[in-house]
């Protein structure tokens, strides 16, 4: 079974200012990673997943994460923040065998102010 | 390309009346399908997934149930709501990537 840490239930941050938001997994198995971002009363939009390969993923909207198997953790980063991207962000893990299932940290709200 | 579909976007049912939410999945054959619940201030929680028609595992006993009588069809139901079964509903089909619904709004009164 795998497990899904997001430290920080809330991000405040000025508008163009870098943003960090922290996620570490647990799995006694090798993982595939993702990072979902929910808008308001929306479903959930897939911002970046590592598969394997580079450990740097560039995902949509100007964010990157960075996947560090000795650390655990898969922390999403983005350099300079909009207005717009004021959402919840959901870190993700999922076993790479066949029909594992995805599960979900329990989110970081973004808010981006001015 | 595959879309996904869900209804109705938002839900205001008494306590004790049944539901059904309805998701379908387009260009796609046999997907894995999932139904998630996101209580307020909450992560999601997994609830049924499905690898086929008929198959159904349900992750956490609870007052619903779920049914996939067609390969892209996949149902959340309930014969009696309670008022702690409000809260947002999201149906997902998976490859490797998940990809949602665009969600369900119930509110339980």
């Known amino acids: 079974a795998q497990s899904v840490t997001q430290l920080d239930s809330q991000v405040p941050v000025f508008e163009e200012a870098p943003v960090e938001l922290r996620c570490n997994y647990s799995?006694?198995?090798?993982?595939?990673l993702f990072w979902y971002v929910q808008y308001p009363n929306q479903g959930l939009q897939l911002l970046l997943k590592y598969l394997s390969g580079s450990t740097l993923v560039k995902g949509i909207n100007g964010f990157e994460a960075e996947f560090n198997k000795s650390q655990t953790s898969f922390h999403l980063r983005k350099p300079s923040v909009h207005i717009s991207d004021t959402a919840e962000y959901f870190c993700?893990?999922?076993?790479?065998?066949?029909?594992?299932?995805?599960?979900f940290g329990t989110g970081t709200q973004l808010k981006v102010e001015l | 390309s595959q879309t996904i579909h869900q209804w109705p976007a938002t839900l205001v049912q008494p306590v004790g009346s049944p539901l059904s939410l309805e998701c379908t999945v387009e260009?796609?054959?046999?997907?894995?399908l999932y139904w998630y619940r996101q209580a307020a201030g909450r992560g999601l929680q997994l609830l049924f997934y499905?690898?086929?028609?008929?198959?159904i595992s349900s992750e956490v006993p609870q007052n619903l149930s779920a049914s996939r009588p067609q390969d892209r069809q996949f149902i959340l139901s309930s014969k009696k709501l309670l008022l702690s079964d409000s809260g947002f509903y999201l149906c997902?089909?998976?490859?490797?990537?998940?990809?949602f619904g665009s969600g369900t709004r119930l509110t339980v009164v």
């Open positions: 799995s006694s198995v090798s993982v595939y």
């Open positions: 260009g796609t054959s046999n997907p894995n």
């Open positions: 499905s690898v086929g028609i008929g198959q």
């Open positions: 997902a089909w998976a490859a490797v990537s998940y990809t």
């Open positions: 993700a893990v999922r076993g790479t065998g066949g029909g594992n299932k995805l599960t």
